[in-house]
């Protein structure tokens, strides 16, 4: 292999490396975020634990899991509910207005999604 040849490859790994450095993918996100236009629950307080992620619209929709911290990345009001019969029943835990958080909300199970 020429040194020509070697000096290319070289800087071609160098520029593959770098631009690792500098481009993360939206899954490789903080754990404790919650990407633009979702809402977001955690498993646990202070936004620690599992996380999962909506995208839904508006309406009234039960958690896949328990939400003990919650995030409003989305363009909705969300209000969040510890539910007993059904959404929007039980006892009413947080409004989150647009770009908002609550790290100790309580328990949710359900959520109503204001357009």
Not at 32 to 38: D, I, M, Q
Request: proline letters at 6%; hydrophobic letters at 35%; glycine letters at 12%.
């Amino acid at each position: 292999m020429s040194m020509l040849t070697k000096s290319l490859a070289t800087v071609a790994v160098a520029g593959a490396l770098l631009g690792g450095t500098f481009a993360t993918p939206a899954a490789a996100a903080a754990p404790n975020t919650c990407p633009k236009g979702r809402f977001c629950g955690w498993s646990g307080t202070n936004r620690t634990g599992t996380r999962t992620v909506y995208s839904e619209t508006p309406g009234c929709i039960p958690l896949a899991h328990i939400a003990r911290s919650v995030s409003n990345q989305t363009s909705y009001t969300l209000v969040f509910w510890k539910a007993t019969l059904g959404c929007a029943t039980g006892t009413k835990l947080v409004t989150l207005k647009p770009g908002s958080y609550a790290d100790n909300p309580g328990s949710a199970n359900s959520v109503e999604i204001y357009g």
